[in-house]
């Protein structure tokens, strides 16, 4: 098995992190792999708000109903679009665009041992208006999700969430 393939295997939700910093370089790393993501167009709609103050992930801790891990990560990545840039024939792909970004980060943070978790914004009207608010996001970007970064407090195993029974050959 190669490296890459490790890494996407190897990837699992890690929400319980140390107290140790994550260094400018290794979230610059995360950003660069984040803009590495294909777009429709190559529209690339994405932006990144990323939060290392402890006040701040503490209040979109309490703001986002399933982000208790927030107030303890070393750093959070806020994913948000711009409809305005990926939008063809009336149908808005920013959501698209930005979640294989998303993806990148948490390939990307496994890769180099840190810890993440996806918490979901978008589609839930209340997250992105309280997300919106706490951290000043423009009327134009839509939060996507916040990913929570750090290093991991242990060790855990990924899932095995290979099922043969979802994969039809040729026809459903």
Not at 22 to 40: D, E, F, R, V
Not at 45 to 73: C, H, N, Q
Not at 90 to 106: H, K, P, R, T
Request: aromatic residues 8%.
């Amino acid at each position: 098995m190669n490296d890459t393939i490790e890494t996407i295997l190897g990837r699992k939700s890690v929400r319980d992190y140390t107290n140790k910093p994550i260094s400018k370089a290794n979230l610059t790393l995360l950003l660069k792999a984040a803009m590495a993501a294909p777009s429709g167009g190559d529209t690339r709609p994405w932006s990144f708000l990323v939060i290392k103050d402890k006040e701040l992930l503490k209040e979109l801790s309490d703001t986002l109903k399933y982000g208790r891990m927030i107030r303890d990560a070393g750093a959070v990545i806020v994913v948000c679009g711009n409809p305005q840039k990926s939008t063809f024939d009336g149908d808005q792909y920013w959501m698209f665009d930005c979640s294989v970004a998303a993806e990148n980060i948490l390939l990307a943070a496994e890769s180099i041992g840190l810890g993440a978790v996806w918490t979901a914004v978008y589609p839930n009207k209340v997250r992105i208006k309280n997300v919106k608010k706490v951290l000043n996001i423009p009327k134009k970007i839509e939060p996507l999700c916040a990913i929570s970064i750090g290093y991991p407090k242990s060790i855990k195993k990924p899932k095995n969430k290979f099922d043969p029974k979802n994969i039809h050959w040729n026809k459903y």
